[in-house]
């Protein structure tokens, strides 16, 4: 992975909801907008600049996807979430277990054919991307949560994951491209 500048554990990730990215440490589950202190300014600008930038963007369309899938996701939060809350609950007080089950259950409709991913995030999805019935949109390696990350890259479009925990929650995942 490219040297950032941050501390050590801190990594750059990306808000989908505010289409920024954000500087997160995964041991305590911080997050923030604002680099930590301890950062080398210099290094993380220049990380920004060829990772993060929008002129590495090309307006006319070609090779703006390179390396990159579309997702769509069903989030369910408890209360040991990085953040428990969402559009659908402000303080969320469900357990891990509880949040599973209700998981499971999401998986088990769409798996039988009741209903689809999409379908379900509009109502169910803990994510405000509920309101794109769960799409997440383009995105590439180093810029969602590892744990998230690697099961949808692992995904062929059409697919559906299994439960996946990641420290926002718990998803199915639907690879979309």
Known sequence: MPETGLPP???VRHSNSKNLPYYFDPSTKESRWEPPSGTDTEQLKAYMAQHH???SV???GVGQNDGKIRAAHLL?????SRRPSSWREAEITRTKDEALEILRGH???ILGGATSLGDLAVAESDCSSARKRG??????RGEMQKEFEDAAFALKPGQVSKVVES???VHLIERLE
Not at 76 to 80: G, L
Not at 135 to 140: E, H, K, Q, T
């Open 58 to 60: 090309r307006t006319d």
């Open 167 to 169: 420290p926002s929650g």
């Open 53 to 55: 930038s929008a002129s």
């Open 76 to 80: 369910v939060k408890h209360r040991d």
């Open 107 to 109: 998986e088990a409709k």
């Open 135 to 140: 799409d997440l949109g383009f995105f590439g």
């Open 9 to 11: 554990n801190w990594e």
